[in-house]
């Protein structure tokens, strides 16, 4: 049973308060095992808070329990958090529909009225239509806390597999529906990470890994993930193994079929990139998968394939990637033929829709949208309405129209109606949100970083601002694994926005936004170039007088979250408050824990050379925690159910930052949300809640009224 779900007497509370909101915290005392140590190429490395990693032992319940005793009090002493959270209730509450797609005779869509925890599949049979709803997965709990975390429609749109999650973790649980009865069927699949279903016939394909032992479903290493085929209404035992390659368990075998379910695409990997790609036939009795790509040097996807000839969106040769073909007679990639060869600008996306090629680049951030032609002439280029993120531009081989959305840091998201046939976009639904946005203004800036290299940040306040130093400004980032932070609209942002902030989003390297290379130069050995960066980034905000030191947050999670904690590490004096959300922050042990190795193409394994470790040890949170560092208020937020970056991470730094720092004149505290995880399927009453104690947290610490 997961630690916080035990109900404990409150006389087993680590008791920890504080003397006054203004004065001294008194945080919860934390052991110390000083017997607990490894050695890497002959260097001791102390681990006394190792114990925090059990998360099913009584003391470390004791322990989340008595931290978010503090943060709590703390918390609720802020006279300005209610009435934060009141104005995100306000304007969170607006009718949220995502773009439409078709399936069968019908079209789909989410919907959220407003304040639901999950937005309701819904659909109709014409635009505009009497609506259906589908599945509605506030009634899957009632806090809210299982969320409906994947949607599968099978070619012909008369059966939909979907998949439940519990918590926030990525444990997923798949079910089928018979759209035509609108009943369930029997059929219910367990322990599958990572992977959604790839109809076939009266089936589908899908990976999953092997059950894991009592106690180690949130925490235990995840490998040896398998392809399986399941036969509806036959019961899982039942599923026939498709592929597994049990001496090399740290290869994760994903699946998907083909249009018209012909081929089956098999795509291995041994981290989060690098991806070896082989197709076989579907339907056969013993598969026998032909190679494309065998090595784990480059990244690529299927478009699509018409007849035999397949559609391939790679980076192989091609930083900035490219659309090549191949007939499947002849895969190897001397054969291939450019379709759409690699440009200047980021190839981020390519779907095969009504026999043309519908393409999303990215220009410094931005999104542009084109067609063409199979042979890769160019027909059109959508307008956009602004400086912005368009997603969805895409669709199944026999669509004739799609949707998409569009926003921005000051554009709400919007949906457009795109005719395959005429090239012609329109407006189908603008989110109504009660904010007056022609009052705020996006602008993107270029600074110099420590190296000299030019990075983008996007700056958005009230039109009019004057910079004088004094506005408080939350400096946003998150520099990995080849993710790049596009501009977007986030309801909790206004909050900032509103009371005459600044939200910074700055694009590091080790992001997506100016390809391969732009992430390679961030990644491994180059890691400190995103902490420089980001550090850059903070430096300009001071020097132009967008801000002050005084007023001025940083924030980033997951991989944001090491960067957070390792720039906090190097420079403390950096900003006034910093929120290190769910990071990786104990480089050293990150392998160890459920998907955690496949990160070690981009970090790098401190246990495979002695230059790599020295390179990690020296910047790793956890262990470059300063004594008496005059750190600026940190709040760390985590969650119990985070089986991606386990909470280990998060409770052995917040445990090491107080243990060193027990005279810091700002707040160190950790704020550990119940029955959630990494962030996916968490209800919108836990969201707000976060974001009003994230923004009171913030403002208080610079003494700033809402």
Not at 108 to 123: D, E, I, P, R
Not at 355 to 362: A, D, E, H, R, T
Not at 489 to 498: A, C, D, K, N, Q
Request: glycine letters at 8%; a negative charge; charged letters at 25%.
């Amino acid at each position: 049973m997961p630690y916080l779900l035990k109900i404990l007497p409150f006389s087993l509370f680590i008791t920890g308060c504080f003397n006054e909101l203004e004065g001294k915290l008194n945080y919860p005392h934390s052991r110390k095992d000083n017997t607990v140590t490894d050695t890497y190429f002959n260097v001791t490395v102390a681990d006394p808070y190792r114990w925090l990693e059990d998360d099913n032992s009584d003391e470390t319940a004791d322990w989340v329990k008595a931290q978010n005793k503090v943060t709590f009090n703390y918390l609720n002493q802020i006279s300005q958090r209610q009435k934060i959270r009141n104005r995100l209730e306000e304007i969170w509450d607006y009718e949220k529909v995502s773009a439409p797609f078709k399936r069968g005779d019908n079209y789909y869509y989410y919907k959220n009225a407003g304040l639901q925890n999950h937005s309701v599949l819904c659909s109709v049979s014409e635009l505009g239509g009497e609506e259906k709803i589908i599945i509605d997965p506030n009634t899957f709990s009632k806090d809210g806390t299982v969320a409906l975390s994947g949607a599968y429609f099978n070619k012909e749109g008369n059966l939909l597999g979907y998949a439940k999650s519990k918590g926030g973790s990525d444990w997923k649980e798949f079910y089928i529906k018979d759209l035509t009865s609108g009943n369930d069927l029997m059929d219910h699949l367990k322990w599958i990470k990572f992977s959604g279903m790839s109809w076939a016939g009266d089936g589908f394909y899908y990976s999953r890994f092997p059950e894991p032992g009592e106690g180690g479903e949130l925490d235990a290493s995840n490998e040896n993930s398998a392809v399986y085929y399941h036969q509806l209404g036959t019961d899982q035992t039942k599923d026939k193994l498709i592929y597994a390659d049990p001496e090399n368990p740290k290869i994760s075998n994903y699946i998907s079929t083909s249009f018209d379910e012909k081929y089956l695409y098999l795509y291995r990997t041994t981290g989060t990139h690098g991806t070896a790609l082989y197709f076989s036939k579907t339907g056969e009795e013993s598969h026998e998968f032909t190679p494309v790509m065998e090595n784990f040097d480059f990244d690529h996807g299927v478009v699509g394939n018409i007849e035999d000839t397949l559609y391939l969106h790679t980076n192989y040769n091609a930083p900035n990637w490219r659309l090549v073909k191949f007939s499947f007679n002849s895969p190897s990639s001397k054969n291939w033929i450019d379709v759409l060869p690699e440009s200047e600008h980021p190839l981020n996306s390519v779907s095969l829709v009504n026999g043309m090629l519908l393409v999303k680049y990215s220009v410094d951030v931005s999104s542009r949208l084109f067609v063409y032609s199979l042979n890769g002439e160019l027909e059109a280029e959508v307008e956009l309405p602004t400086v912005g993120t368009a997603s969805g531009f895409g669709g199944r081989q026999d669509d004739i129209e799609v949707f998409y959305n569009f926003t921005s840091f000051a554009y709400p998201p919007t949906t457009f109606r795109f005719d395959v046939n005429t090239f012609t976009s329109t407006l189908y639904k603008k989110s109504k949100v009660d904010i007056d946005f022609s009052r705020y203004e996006t602008k993107q800036i270029f600074y110099s970083s420590r190296d000299g290299e030019k990075i983008p940040m996007f700056i958005t306040h009230k039109k009019g601002l004057y910079y004088d130093g004094t506005a408080p400004t939350l400096l946003y980032a998150y520099g990995g694994f080849n993710i790049s932070i596009n501009p977007y609209f986030s309801v909790s942002r206004m909050i900032l926005l509103e009371s005459g902030g600044i939200y910074a989003s700055a694009n590091l390297r080790g992001g997506g936004e100016y390809g391969e290379n732009w992430h390679r130069d961030g990644m491994q050995l180059k890691k400190q170039n995103v902490f420089d960066d980001f550090i850059a980034a903070a430096d300009f905000l001071v020097a132009n007088n967008y801000t002050s030191k005084e007023r001025l947050a940083v924030k980033g999670g997951s991989n944001g979250g090491l960067l957070v904690g390792a720039v906090l590490n190097q420079r403390p004096d950096l900003c006034a408050v910093a929120f290190p959300a769910v990071g990786v922050m104990d480089m050293l042990r990150y392998t160890k824990f459920t998907i955690g190795w496949a990160w070690a193409v981009e970090y790098g394994n401190p246990e495979e050379s002695k230059e790599m470790f020295e390179y990690i040890y020296n910047y790793s949170p956890l262990h470059t925690i300063k004594e008496e560092g005059n750190y600026p208020a940190v709040m760390v937020t985590t969650a119990d159910h985070d089986d991606r970056v386990v909470p280990a991470h998060s409770f052995k730094y917040a445990a090491t930052l107080q243990e060193k720092n027990r005279n810091n004149s700002k707040p160190l505290l950790i704020r550990i949300e119940t029955d959630a995880g990494h962030g996916a399927g968490k209800p919108t009453s836990k969201k707000i809640e976060e974001a009003a104690d994230i923004w009171a947290f913030f403002f208080h610490n610079i003494n700033h009224h809402f």
